[in-house]
Nanobody
Framework: QVNVVESGGGTVESGGSLRLSCAAS????????MAWFRQTPGKEREGVAA???????SYADSVKGRFTISRGNAKNTMTLQMNRLRPEDTGTYYC????????????????????????????WGQGTQVTVSS
């Protein structure tokens, strides 16, 4: 069993910043793939950003250039720095983790993270609310 705990979130004005943190524990001999998803009422959970065991990252187009996902100093921790927030970023943010690597596509001599989603993660946090006011 893997335990996933999020922290951070809150309310901020449009254009502001917030920082989310996540820690996963349970299989401490593994480096997890981890990701952030968000969900609003009536909509499916959507992937925001992911980071794989080797530090490779992937972002949703809507957050590229504004959000940064990174590993923490402690094993299996990560943060999501969210800058230039918009009202449409409002939602419940969930941290997800898994002990298997993310799917990859080989291109130009490198293996890039390919399409990923909720089905790639077995372990989830309880969620934290992010509200961006206009």
């Amino acid at each position: 069993q893997v335990n996933v705990v999020e922290s951070g979130g809150g309310t901020v004005e449009s254009g502001g910043s917030l920082r989310l943190s996540c820690a996963a524990s349970g299989h401490d001999d593994s480096t997890y793939s981890m990701a952030w998803f968000r969900q609003t009422p009536g909509k499916e959970r959507e992937g925001v950003a992911a980071i794989d065991y080797d530090g490779s990252v992937s972002y949703a187009d809507s957050v590229k250039g504004r959000f940064t996902i990174s590993r923490g100093n402690a094993k299996n921790t990560m943060t999501l720095q969210m800058n230039r927030l918009r009202p449409e970023d409002t939602g419940t943010y969930y941290c997800a983790a898994d002990t298997t690597p993310l799917p990859r596509t080989f291109s130009g001599g490198y293996y890039y993270i390919s399409t990923w989603g909720a089905a790639d993660f077995d372990y989830w946090g309880q969620g934290t609310q992010v509200t961006v006011s206009s």
